[in-house]
């Protein structure tokens, strides 16, 4: 799924009550907010060619945020599945890409995600980098892609939140070197999709389920 920073604001402001977010992060979050685990299966990306020994989902399309008329763009955070095509045996991964604008990396290193027992820290993997083109002595448009491995049973008991009406997210934030923290989300609809999806992938080829 594509999430953006301004959407995490927005529904975890109308979780926790908070003032309502600007009209167009508020139209972003409902639309979100609205989404159903048919939706983000429909709109999962398969890649799986003839010499890959693994199979890769991904929800990188699940949802896409209306771009802002400052053309200020948001960060993205998404699921992808890699599936081991003789055994069914399968690896997660959240992908989150982060942008800001700055003089130097910010250097996001480390992860932690909520579980039922407690928060729980883990490196991130250095995925891409991408810096604007900018004058000299001006903090320069960037970007930060990364990566960390979750658990199949936690994407399940957080799946397994989904419910028509309301918002359920797993809640995580990417931690930098310099100490700086952004906190993301992904909807419990949007982990119920890609976890139905790699299941009839498996069905579909007749592979043992996990």
Not at 1 to 27: D, G, K
């Amino acid at each position: 799924m594509a999430i953006r920073w301004t959407i995490t604001v927005a529904i975890q402001m109308l979780a926790f009550a908070q003032p309502p977010a600007a009209p167009s992060q508020s139209s972003d979050a409902q639309r979100l907010a609205a989404m159903t685990p048919s939706q983000f299966l429909a709109r999962t990306t398969l890649h799986d060619d003839d010499l890959d020994t693994f199979a890769t989902i991904t929800t990188v399309n699940g949802f896409v945020a209306r771009r802002p008329l400052l053309g200020i763009v948001s960060d993205d955070v998404f699921l992808r599945a890699f599936i081991d095509k003789r055994s069914g045996r399968t690896a997660y991964q959240v992908y989150a890409t982060v942008r800001y604008r700055d003089y130097g990396w910010a250097d996001w290193q480390a992860a932690n995600y909520a579980t039922p027992t407690g928060p729980r820290s883990i490196a991130t993997q250095r995925i891409a980098r991408v810096r604007a083109s900018c004058a000299r002595g001006l903090a320069c448009a960037r970007s930060e892609t990364v990566g960390f491995t979750i658990g199949e049973a936690l994407l399940k008991i957080n799946a397994a939140l989904y419910a028509t009406d309301q918002s359920t997210a797993w809640r995580f934030k990417i931690m930098a070197r310099s100490g700086a923290e952004r906190p993301l989300l992904l909807t419990a609809a949007e982990i119920s999709g890609l976890l139905m999806a790699v299941d009839a992938y498996r069905t579909d080829r007749h592979l043992p389920k996990s």
